[in-house]
């Protein structure tokens, strides 16, 4: 156990002071440069398909399932 963690931390120490840096992979990104950009933000309403109801009284499940139920009745699963 002692041998690999010793070639671990030995091979971290040697990766460390590698001569090369890795590679930006991201730009530079500098606020004050008008080449950047400023992003166009819209403004979208949190609640625009909000539609208010009321609460009602209990109805008949039944009666409500066959006003919703396919035109053909009895031709359920």
């Known amino acids: 156990m002692k041998i690999a963690s010793s070639a671990m931390l030995a091979s971290l120490l040697v990766t460390g ?3 090369t840096t890795p590679p930006d992979i991201l730009p530079t990104f500098n606020p004050a440069d008008p080449v950047m950009g400023i ?3 819209h403004y ?3 609640i625009a398909d909000y539609h208010h109801r009321e609460p009602v009284d209990p109805q008949n499940w039944r009666r409500l399932n066959e006003e919703r139920a ?8």
């Open 17 to 19: 002071c590698a001569a």
């Open 39 to 41: 992003r166009d933000a």
């Open 44 to 46: 979208r309403p949190v």
């Open 70 to 77: 396919p035109a053909n009745p009895g031709a359920g699963s």
